[in-house]
């Protein structure tokens, strides 16, 4: 997925899950990402696929700062996840954030099916199944 930045286009690693909404299935970009524990997605998604965000582990979220007014509140519940190009169901463990935060995929529940390889200068990301 190539992003616009202020420095120029970036390219980001990228996969696409669908979740099962109220009458179908919608399809999210979420940002491979090897260095997050755990995936993450706004609090609005976890509404949408019919879970009670306030009944999840409570999380708070911080970035480089520790500052208290720099959190963000989060909720950890497993999600039903579907890789469309696979056809595969997957449960992951997934941190809502209240708040605007991006769709990333972390390596737990994920990484175990799969093994990742980042090619940045062709500038793709290829999956193999391990299981």
Same mark, same amino acid.
């Given at each position: 997925? +190539?992003?616009?930045?202020?420095?120029?286009?970036?390219?980001?690693?990228?996969?696409?899950?669908?979740?099962?909404?109220?009458?179908?299935?919608?399809?999210?970009?979420?940002?491979?990402?090897?260095?997050? $524990?755990?995936?993450?997605?706004?609090?609005?998604?976890? @509404?949408?696929? =019919?879970?009670?965000?306030? +009944?999840?582990?409570?999380?708070?979220?911080? =970035?480089?700062?520790?500052?208290?007014?720099?959190?963000? @509140?989060?909720?950890?519940?497993?999600?039903?996840?579907?890789?469309? $190009?696979?056809?595969?169901?997957?449960?992951?463990?997934?941190?809502?954030? $209240?708040?605007?935060?991006?769709?990333?995929?972390?390596?737990?529940?994920?990484?175990?099916?799969?093994?990742?390889?980042? @090619?940045?200068?062709? +500038?793709?990301?290829?999956? +193999?199944?391990?299981?």
């Amino acid at each position: 997925m +190539r992003q616009k930045t202020h420095t120029g286009t970036t390219h980001r690693p990228i996969v696409d899950l669908a979740f099962k909404e109220k009458k179908n299935y919608n399809l999210y970009s979420f940002i491979v990402d090897s260095g997050a $524990d755990i995936s993450l997605a706004p609090r609005q998604l976890a @509404e949408r696929i =019919g879970l009670n965000w306030a +009944r999840g582990s409570r999380i708070s979220l911080t =970035g480089i700062s520790t500052r208290p007014e720099c959190s963000v @509140e989060g909720r950890i519940q497993e999600a039903a996840a579907f890789v469309p $190009d696979l056809a595969l169901n997957l449960s992951l463990p997934i941190c809502f954030a $209240d708040g605007d935060a991006p769709y990333l995929i972390g390596r737990e529940g994920f990484f175990d099916w799969f093994n990742i390889t980042l @090619e940045k200068k062709k +500038r793709r990301t290829l999956f +193999r199944l391990t299981h």
